[in-house]
């Protein structure tokens, strides 16, 4: 069973910056291997809906990002270590939220979820 682990939230000031980490295991238990997963960075802030912040395929590298966001977020990986990254810069009160990593062999799909790791931005 393919299992996420987030962490790294916490409490920043606005202009701060935090990086996350989503640590996956598990992907030899369904014969494939973490380089085979798209993995997403997700967050749902209090209140509204769960919105997706930035995704990448890990075999390729390719990224993709909520055009909003991409200019302070960076998302990458790290291979050797199963691990992805969300490097987020120059935080806003608005980013605040709880950010989850999911993953899927069909990067359009993200049905395994991660707990979250809450991050809030004070003003």
């Known amino acids: 069973e393919v299992q996420l682990v987030e962490s790294g939230g916490g409490l920043v000031q606005a202009g701060g910056s935090l990086r996350l980490s989503c640590v996956g295991s598990?992907?030899?238990?369904?014969?494939?291997?973490?380089?085979?997963?798209?993995i997403g960075w997700f967050r749902q802030a209090p209140g509204k809906e769960r919105e997706g912040v930035s995704l990448i395929n890990i075999a390729d590298g390719r990224t993709f990002y909520l055009p909003s966001l991409e200019e302070r977020f960076t998302i990458s990986s790290d291979n050797a270590k199963n691990t992805v990254y969300l490097q987020m810069n120059s935080l806003k009160p608005e980013d605040t939220g709880v950010y989850f990593c999911?993953?899927?062999?069909?990067?359009?799909?993200?049905?395994?979820w991660g707990k979250g790791t809450p991050v809030t931005v004070s003003s």
């Open positions: 999911a993953a899927d062999l069909d990067i359009r799909k993200m049905n395994i």
């Open positions: 598990g992907f030899a238990t369904e014969g494939f291997t973490f380089e085979d997963y798209g």
